[in-house]
């Protein structure tokens, strides 16, 4: 199983990215695909997921801004970021975790960098 995240970039606050993952091999099992984020010198914290049954989960901090979506073959979820502020600068990383215990993949990392 591969993930690879694509979108980040430089926006003015106020603006919008839509960051994509790509899963490259198996769903049987899948249960929930989420983005994840590290600002720099922080730890990392999850931003958003979607459940297998379309469950969705948002940070306090992202919510009605940010929306998280995936396409009905479940291999690509999406960040929709709206609104976006110097804070949400960070680096985004995908995540899968499946049924089985422990088994879960993170993406490379794709840098988000929101300027006032």
């Known amino acids: 199983v591969q993930l690879v995240e694509s979108g980040g970039g430089l926006v003015q606050a106020g603006g919008s990215l839509r960051l994509s993952c790509v899963l490259s091999g198996s769903i049987f099992g899948l249960k929930r695909m989420g983005w994840y984020r590290q600002p720099t010198g922080k730890q990392r914290e999850l931003v958003a997921a979607i459940a297998a049954d379309g469950t969705t989960d948002y940070a306090d901090s992202v919510k009605g801004r940010f929306t998280i979506s995936r396409d009905n073959a479940k291999t690509t979820v999406y960040l929709q970021m709206n609104t976006l502020k110097p804070e949400d600068t960070a680096v985004y990383y995908c995540?899968?975790?499946?049924?089985?215990?422990?088994?879960?993949?993170w993406g490379q990392g794709t840098l988000v960098t929101v300027s006032s």
């Open positions: 995540n899968v975790h499946y049924d089985r215990p422990g088994l879960e993949r």
